[in-house]
């Protein structure tokens, strides 16, 4: 199984400000890896898949960068609608063994 | 208007068994194949299985053994899951997404909660 190890764990910082985010796979997915965004009691919602590939109606500010093992995901300049849990998923392999990451809270710091 | 609407959750015995739906209105249902994903509560998705878009297949998580079935039904554009033996650690709420070979999870349901307690 390929494990998804992301960093930090939380991460505070200022509206306005730009958050980096990381995620690493355990063995190369090439640039199987997609970023969610998720608030208190609502459903995963689709940021990025293909590494660095926008989904439909997401803001500009939000990118991907990354390929293999080593991936990050990047907002510009924060949003107080940003703040919020980010995921990390790998979907290389088909049979699939797809794996999420255990999460990056973003907090308002 | 939501695309994907599961039931069937609820708050159930462990040892007993459960289905839950999923009701597609996508006109592209019979395309896709689709999972399910749940997610415990405080943790991150976890992906339970898939069912590939003709129901000849299916692909289930290392963590979920062999208590998971996965099945569809075309003619009602309907998923479902099928958890036998619930233990403690099922309880999670659990989503149906539609995704094909080497693509991400576009659309998600509401989900539905399974809370497994004695």
């Known amino acids: 199984e390929i494990v998804m190890t992301q960093s930090p764990a939380t991460l505070s910082v200022s509206p306005g400000e730009r958050a980096t985010l990381s995620c690493r796979a355990s063995e190369s997915v090439v640039r199987n890896l997609a970023w969610y965004q998720q608030k208190p009691g609502l459903a995963p919602r689709l940021l990025i898949h293909?590494?660095?590939t926008r989904a439909t109606g997401v803001p500009a500010r939000f990118s991907g960068s990354g390929s293999g093992t080593e991936f990050t995901l990047t907002i510009s300049s924060l949003q107080s609608e940003d703040f919020a849990v980010y995921y990390c998923q790998q979907y290389k392999n088909w049979p699939p063994t797809y794996t999420f990451g255990q999460g990056t809270k973003l907090e308002i710091k | 208007q939501a695309q994907l609407v599961e039931s069937g959750g609820g708050v159930v015995q462990p040892g007993t068994s459960l289905e839950l739906s999923c009701v597609d209105s996508r006109l592209t249902f019979r395309r896709n194949s689709m999972h399910w994903v749940r997610q415990a509560p405080g943790k991150g998705p976890e992906w339970v299985g898939v069912?590939?878009?003709?129901?000849?297949?299916?692909y289930y998580g290392d963590s979920v053994g062999g208590r998971f079935f996965i099945s569809r039904d075309t003619s009602r554009n309907t998923l479902y899951l099928q958890i036998n033996s619930l233990r403690l650690e099922d309880t999670a709420v659990y989503y149906c997404?539609?995704?094909?070979?080497?693509?991400?999870?576009?659309?998600w349901g509401q989900g539905t909660l399974v809370t497994v307690s004695s």
């Open positions: 293909g590494a660095s």
């Open positions: 997404v539609p995704g094909d070979p080497g693509d991400a999870f576009h659309t």
């Open positions: 069912v590939t878009n003709d129901g000849r297949n299916k």
